[in-house]
């Protein structure tokens, strides 16, 4: 499905009025591979919130526990509004997005909440771009706060006791 702002409209002297605006393709990345990419992207940020929700109850008794497994909580929740939002509105717009992966924590008990989040930060930097328009400025303000919220799980992990 092409979309309306892939269009660019040319127009024509008042004398040729019968093709006044006339729309010409910019160069749009294949819509299959942005789908994947779409696909991969909203899948690993369900991986996200499902390994913070098993870091969340796998905090155990340290001092600062208590903080680790009430950001882990907030985050969870509020990730998984983020994530309904984004796919929402993208579907909306272009259609529906298909084949999801499959969700693997089964590494959480091997890793360390903080270095996972600091991965999944980059993850979203370096892939926003590729999966999303960055004209789609509705979209990338959705991920945006992905991003911010991120950071702001990463705060309270690494500075709240």
């Known amino acids: ?24 393709m910019l160069n749009v990345p294949d819509e299959t591979v942005q ?12 991986e996200a919130r499902e390994m913070a929700h098993v870091f969340h109850l796998s905090v155990n008794g340290e001092m600062g526990s208590n ?9 969870y929740e509020e990730l998984l509004e983020f994530i309904d939002e984004l796919t929402e509105v993208y579907q909306g717009q272009y259609g529906l997005v298909e084949n999801f992966d499959i ?23 370096d892939n926003r771009k590729v999966a999303f328009l960055q004209e789609d400025t509705h979209l990338q303000n959705i991920i945006d706060e992905v991003v911010a919220l991120t950071y702001r799980l990463l705060y309270k992990l690494k500075f709240n006791k």
């Open 1 to 24: 499905m092409k979309k309306f702002s892939n269009f660019k409209l040319v127009g024509k002297k008042l004398n040729e009025q019968e093709n006044v605006l006339k729309p010409r």
């Open 35 to 46: 789908k994947t990419d779409i696909a991969k992207f909203i899948s690993k940020l369900f």
């Open 67 to 75: 903080a680790a497994h009430m950001a882990l909580g907030e985050f």
């Open 103 to 125: 969700i693997d924590t089964s590494s959480a008990k091997e890793r360390q909440y903080i270095p996972y989040f600091e991965s999944l930060t980059s993850f979203i930097k």
